[in-house]
């Protein structure tokens, strides 16, 4: 039998998706301590959410100085699930390790939230230079973790299948900002 060629479907705009950011600024607010509060962001595509978040969080705080935010490099899968480390990969940022982080609140950020081995890796690593209390936002959560982790923030909910693949558009990785979904061929299904 042969198997469809895969289809991509366009799920959220830029314009949706700034809506969705604000949504999950007013969500980080809620759960906002007294304690100073860090923005961590996954590289690749969480940095440059986590730099959209900080913008709504700096507008709707009315802050002069946006949060700070430290990059931190994670890989585990490339970007069509296939899998490139057998244990996730983590390079350590050493700016983190000169805060205090057991006085900070800190958020991860990522794009979107699979199977959990990059959000496990990243909070045990903050968990080892001291954090106390560390918070996860994500822009997609596809509900396929296998890993005790969760996200304490979630822009989008999606769940499909297994073998297809969500596609977070960021720039400056891409020229738009979108949410997309690549959808391949069941087994069974005809062409």
Same mark, same amino acid.
């Given at each position: 039998m042969n198997r469809p060629a895969p289809s991509r479907v366009r799920l959220y705009d830029e314009q949706d998706l700034d809506s969705v950011l604000r949504t999950m600024a007013y969500q980080a607010l809620a759960l906002m301590p007294a304690q +100073?509060? #860090?923005? #961590? *962001? %996954? !590289?690749?595509?969480? =940095? +440059?959410?986590? &730099? &959209?978040? !900080?913008l709504h969080l700096q507008q709707l705080t009315g802050s002069a100085a946006p949060l700070p935010l430290y990059p931190i490099k994670v890989k585990r899968y490339a970007d069509d699930? @296939?899998?490139?480390?057998?244990?996730? !990969?983590?390079? =350590?940022? +050493? /700016?983190?390790?000169n805060l205090n982080l057991a006085e900070?609140?800190?958020? #991860?950020?990522?794009?979107?939230?699979? /199977? *959990?081995h990059s959000l496990l890796r990243t909070c045990a690593y903050l968990a080892e230079l001291g954090a106390r209390r560390?918070? @996860?936002a994500v822009l997609v959560d596809r509900h396929a973790c296998r890993q005790p982790v969760h996200a304490h923030i979630v822009g989008i909910h999606l769940q499909v299948a297994e073998q297809d693949i969500v596609e977070c558009h960021v720039p400056p990785f891409e020229a738009d900002f979108s949410v997309e979904v %690549?959808?391949? *061929? &069941?087994?069974?299904?005809t062409a």
């Open positions: +100073p509060l #860090v923005l #961590v *962001g %996954i !590289q690749r595509r969480g =940095e +440059p959410l986590a &730099r &959209r978040l !900080q699930l @296939s899998l490139l480390h057998a244990h996730t !990969q983590l390079t =350590e940022n +050493p /700016e983190l390790a900070t609140t800190l958020l #991860v950020v990522d794009d979107v939230l699979y /199977e *959990g560390v918070l @996860s %690549i959808r391949h *061929g &069941r087994a069974g299904d």
